[in-house]
C-alpha cells in the first residue's frame, strides 16, 4: 500500500474531521480510508486520531505528524503536477475562504473570469465574516480586507480598499449636516463588530491619524448590513467601499469627510508559511492581484 496515500488519507481525516468526507475526496470507500489510517498508525507505532461514533479529534502526536506530512503533500502534488501540466492546462481543486460581502460582490466575478481560463479547475469558496484557520480548514487561501495580523501566514497583497464614511440625504437632513469628524460624537453611528475598536474611527486630520469615539444604537457584524441600514436613513455608517459605491453613484449615499479619509485597507490573499503552493494556486494569486475590477475602489 502506497505510504502517500496513507498519510493523504489520514491528512484529509484529520482536516476534516469526517472519514466520510475524506473518502469522498479521495474517491475512495470510508472503509478504506479507515485502512490506510490504521496502517499508517501501525506503522508508526503511535495513535494519531481520537476516534468515538461522533467525533474524530487529532492525538498530540497526530498533530505533529500532520504539521510534518502537509508539506510533504504539498511537495508530492506539486511534482505530479509539474510533470503532468506544465505545458497542459490547469486542473484541480483550489479551496478558498473569503468575507461574505466582498465574496460575494467582488470575488466571484473575478474567479468566474479566471474558471472561464481554465476550465478542469474546480474553485471551493467558503464564505464567512470570521477569521477562519486556514491550516484547521483544509483551506488554499483565505481573502481578507483590513490589518493582517496573523504573522504566521504569506501574504499576497491583492488591492486596496478606502472605508467610507456615509449617511443617506433622509438621515442627514432630519439630524444635519456634521462639519468636522470630531463632531460624529453627537451623532448617531452603526459599529462594526468586526473592528478591533468598534467605536473608533480613525481619521487623517492635518497629516495624523486621529481618533475619533463614536457611538450608536446599532452594531454590525457585516459591513453590507451597515451599508444597508445608512441607506435606509438609521444612522451614519463607515463601510468598505464595496459596499457603498452604487448608493453613492445613485446618490442614495452620501460620502461624508472624503478629505479626511485615511490609508486605505489592504485587499490580500494569505497562505501559510510552509506550504508549497500549487500551480493552480500561483496562478489564481496572479489572476486576482492582476485583475483591476477586483479592487477598483482603491486603484
Not at 499508517?40 to 461522533?54: D, H, P
Not at 506530512?69 to 506539486?78: A, H, K
Not at 494569486?285 to 485583475?291: I, K, M, Q, V
Request: glycine share 6%.
Amino acid at each position: 500500500m502506497d505510504k502517500i496515500d496513507r498519510m493523504r488519507a489520514f491528512a484529509l481525516v484529520a482536516k476534516n474531521a469526517s472519514f466520510t468526507i475524506a473518502a469522498q475526496r479521495m474517491g475512495r470507500s470510508a472503509r478504506l480510508v479507515s485502512k490506510y489510517v490504521a496502517d499508517l498508525e501501525n506503522a508508526l507505532g503511535v495513535q494519531l486520531l481520537n476516534r468515538t461514533t461522533r467525533v474524530v479529534s487529532l492525538t498530540d502526536a497526530g498533530a505533529t505528524y500532520l504539521t510534518m506530512c502537509e508539506p510533504l503533500l504539498d511537495g508530492f502534488d506539486e511534482l505530479e503536477e509539474r510533470v503532468r501540466n506544465e505545458q497542459a492546462s490547469l486542473r484541480g481543486a483550489i479551496h478558498i475562504s473569503a468575507p461574505t460581502g466582498f465574496g460575494a460582490l467582488r470575488l466571484t466575478p473575478s474567479l468566474a473570469r479566471f474558471a472561464a481560463k481554465h476550465p478542469s479547475v474546480e474553485i471551493d469558496l467558503k464564505f464567512s465574516d470570521r477569521r477562519v484557520s486556514i491550516v484547521e480548514e483544509g483551506l488554499d487561501l483565505a481573502v481578507r480586507i483590513g490589518p493582517m495580523r496573523d504573522s504566521s501566514l504569506k501574504v499576497r497583497q491583492l488591492g486596496r480598499m478606502p472605508l467610507v464614511v456615509c449617511a443617506s440625504p433622509a438621515y442627514l437632513e432630519r439630524a444635519g449636516m456634521p462639519s468636522h469628524p470630531r463632531e460624529l460624537a453627537t451623532y448617531n453611528c452603526i459599529l462594526d463588530g468586526n473592528m478591533t475598536e468598534p467605536s473608533v474611527w480613525r481619521f487623517n486630520i492635518d497629516g495624523h491619524d486621529e481618533a475619533v469615539q463614536v457611538n450608536g444604537r446599532f452594531r454590525m457584524n457585516a459591513p453590507a448590513g451597515s451599508a444597508r441600514l445608512a441607506k435606509e436613513g438609521a444612522a451614519i455608517a463607515r463601510c468598505p467601499a464595496y459596499t457603498v459605491s452604487d448608493a453613492l453613484k445613485s446618490g442614495d449615499l452620501v460620502e461624508l469627510f472624503a478629505e479626511y479619509r485615511i490609508s486605505p485597507y489592504i485587499v490580500a490573499a494569505l497562505f501559510p508559511q510552509n506550504r508549497r503552493l500549487t500551480r493552480r494556486v500561483r496562478e489564481l494569486l496572479d489572476h486576482l492581484a492582476g485583475d483591476p475590477d477586483l479592487c477598483p475602489d482603491g486603484k
